[in-house]
C-alpha cells in the first residue's frame, strides 16, 4: 500500500485482500457456480446534465433457478466490492444456496473501477490524468447498481435483495438506506459502517486482531509477537543483521536499506491481520493456502516464551512460514506480493471517501505503535492522486450512527474479526437485524456451507434465510 508509513496502511492492504481475492481449498467453484457475463451501459457522470460520455459495467447472471411462470421472482443482488466480479461469484456460496431456495434470479454486478469495469480503459488509473478519477465513488457506483435493477426489471414487480461483505456489504447497506423503493433488504456482512472518524477508536482492529491471537493457545504468542518487534528492529540497524533477518526468513531480496526493513516490517505486521480476518475452521485459500483456524498453527510455534535472540528469531520464522509456505512450495519468500489482490483502487478510493482510522497503542496490542494523523494522511493522498480526502463525507451520506430511519437490513458480525469493531453490533430499531457470530471470521456467514462450520454461523445462517425469506413474502 502507498500509505504505510501512516501506521494504518497496512490493514488497508489486508481490507482490499480479503475483498478482492476469494478462493475456496478444495471447491472447484468454476464448476459449482455457473453464470452468463453479460454488460450493462452505464453514464461516465450520473449527477452532470453536461457531460454525455458512458461505459460499461460488467455483469454476472444466473436464471437457472427461476420459476419462469412467477412474475415475482426475486433477484439476489451481489454489490460488487473491489476486485474481479467473477471471484465473488464464485465465493459467495450462501447467495447461490438461497437462490436455489427461493427460485432467485441471481446477479453479480462489477463496482466500477475494478475488475474489466473500467472508464478510461487501459488509462483510468493514469497518474498524469488525475481528472480520471472523479467518478469514483460510492454514489457513481450505486447508481450504476439502480439503473441496472431497473433494466432487469423492466416494469415488473420483482423483489429485490442485496448481499455484500466487508465494503461489500456496506454498500449492501447503502443500497437499501438510498434507495428503499429499488431494494427490499439487504444483507450486509461484515460491513465496518462505522470504522470512520469520531465514531470508532481507530486501535480497535489491532486490539481484536491481538485478542484473536491471545485466545488461540496461550498469551506466549502475542507476548513473542510483541517482543519480536524490538528485535527486528535491533537486527536491522546493521548490514549483518539484516542479512540474519533475510535468511531466517528466506526472504527473495536481502533487506539492505532502512526503507527494507521497514517494507518487511509493514509485511510482517499485514500477514496478521491477515490471519485473524481469514481464521476460518476449514482449510482455505483465501489469501494464501492455510491450514484450518491458522492462527492457532501460528501461535502453535510460539507458545514457550522464547529468552534468547537466536530462539524469538527462529521461532518467528516458523510461526510465519504457516501464512508464506504452508505448502512447502515457495522457494523464498517474497515480501513485496502479501496476496493476489489489487489494491490500486481501494488506495484511490481511502483517499476520497473512504477515509477509515486505523492505530495501534502498543502497549495494549502486540502491534508496533502507531498514530493516526489526518493532515499527513490527506498530504499522501494529493502527493500520489492529487485527492483531497473528506473524512466526514461518508458520514454526511449514510448516517454514522443515526441509523434509526433505516428497515430491512442485516447486519451480521463474527467476533473473531477484526473489522467487526467498526460493525453495528446494536440494533438501532426492530426492523433492522443485528446477527453476532462469536465464532466468526471474516463474513464466514457468506461462504458455501460446510460441515466444519461452527454452531453459531450454522444459526446466523439460519436466521438470516428467514429473514430473507419473510422479506421476499411480505412484497
Not at 478482492?20 to 453479460?38: H, N, P, V, W
Not at 437457472?64 to 467473477?86: L, Q
Not at 459467495?92 to 466500477?112: D, Y
Not at 496490542?365 to 502507531?370: A, E, G, H, I, Q
Request: with cysteine.
Amino acid at each position: 500500500m502507498i500509505l504505510r508509513d501512516m501506521g494504518e496502511a497496512t490493514v488497508r492492504a489486508a481490507l482490499s485482500a480479503v475483498l478482492g481475492i476469494l478462493l475456496i481449498a478444495g471447491c472447484d467453484c468454476s464448476q459449482r457456480f455457473k453464470y452468463e457475463i453479460k454488460e450493462f451501459q452505464v453514464p461516465l457522470d450520473h449527477f452532470s446534465f453536461l457531460i454525455n460520455a458512458t461505459f460499461n459495467i460488467r455483469y454476472l447472471y444466473n436464471d437457472s433457478f427461476v420459476d419462469k411462470s412467477n412474475a415475482r421472482t426475486p433477484i439476489f443482488f451481489y454489490t460488487g466490492n473491489e476486485g474481479d466480479i467473477e471471484l465473488f461469484a464464485q465465493n459467495t456460496g450462501f447467495l447461490w444456496e438461497q437462490a436455489e431456495r427461493q427460485r432467485a434470479l441471481v446477479i453479480f454486478a462489477e463496482h466500477r473501477y475494478y475488475g474489466k469495469s473500467l472508464p478510461f480503459g487501459s488509462s483510468t488509473f493514469n497518474t498524469s490524468l488525475p481528472e480520471h478519477l472523479a467518478y469514483f465513488t460510492v454514489e457513481q457506483t450505486l447508481e450504476d447498481y439502480a439503473m441496472l435493477i431497473t433494466f432487469l426489471r423492466n416494469d415488473r414487480q420483482m423483489p429485490v435483495v442485496a448481499f455484500g461483505g466487508s465494503y461489500g456489504g456496506m454498500l449492501a447497506a447503502w443500497f437499501r438506506m438510498k434507495y428503499p423503493h429499488l431494494v427490499t433488504g439487504a444483507l450486509a456482512a461484515s460491513a465496518p459502517v462505522l470504522q470512520f472518524p469520531g465514531i470508532t477508536d481507530c486501535d480497535i482492529f489491532y486490539r481484536i486482531v491481538t485478542s484473536v491471537f491471545q485466545n488461540a493457545y496461550n498469551e506466549n504468542c502475542t507476548l513473542n509477537i510483541g517482543k519480536s518487534w524490538k528485535l527486528f528492529e535491533t537486527l536491522g540497524a546493521s548490514e549483518a543483521g539484516k542479512k540474519q533477518i533475510s535468511d531466517a526468513f528466506h526472504l527473495c531480496n536481502v533487506l539492505k536499506t532502512d526503507d527494507d526493513l521497514k517494507k518487511f516490517l509493514d509485511y510482517v505486521e499485514e500477514v496478521y491481520s491477515n490471519l485473524a480476518m481469514v481464521n476460518y475452521p476449514y482449510n482455505s485459500s483465501f489469501l494464501a493456502p492455510l491450514p484450518a483456524y491458522p492462527v492457532r498453527q501460528v501461535c502453535y510455534y510460539l507458545k514457550e516464551l522464547h529468552s534468547t535472540d537466536a530462539d524469538l528469531l527462529h521461532a518467528m520464522s516458523s510461526a510465519l512460514a504457516v501464512y508464506t509456505n504452508y505448502t512447502q512450495s515457495a522457494k523464498c519468500l517474497d515480501i513485496s506480493v502479501n496476496s493476489n489482490a489489487d489494491d490500486s483502487g481501494w488506495n484511490i478510493q481511502s483517499c476520497n471517501q473512504m477515509v477509515m482510522p486505523i492505530c495501534s497503542n502498543g502497549s495494549e496490542t502486540m502491534f508496533r505503535t502507531s498514530s493516526w494523523n489526518f493532515k499527513d494522511y490527506a498530504e499522501k493522498c494529493y502527493k500520489n492522486y492529487r485527492l483531497t480526502p473528506k473524512p466526514y463525507d461518508i458520514i454526511l451520506r449514510y448516517g454514522g450512527r443515526n441509523l434509526e430511519a433505516a428497515t430491512n437490513i442485516i447486519f451480521s458480525n463474527g467476533l473473531l474479526d477484526p473489522w467487526s469493531g467498526g460493525g453495528v453490533l446494536q440494533a438501532p430499531n426492530d426492523k433492522v437485524f443485528v446477527i453476532i457470530l462469536p465464532e466468526g471470521a471474516h463474513h464466514l456467514d457468506l461462504r458455501h456451507s460446510d460441515p466444519a462450520d461452527p454452531p453459531s454461523v450454522r444459526d446466523a445462517r439460519d436466521k438470516e434465510a428467514a429473514i430473507i425469506a419473510r422479506w421476499i413474502q411480505d412484497f
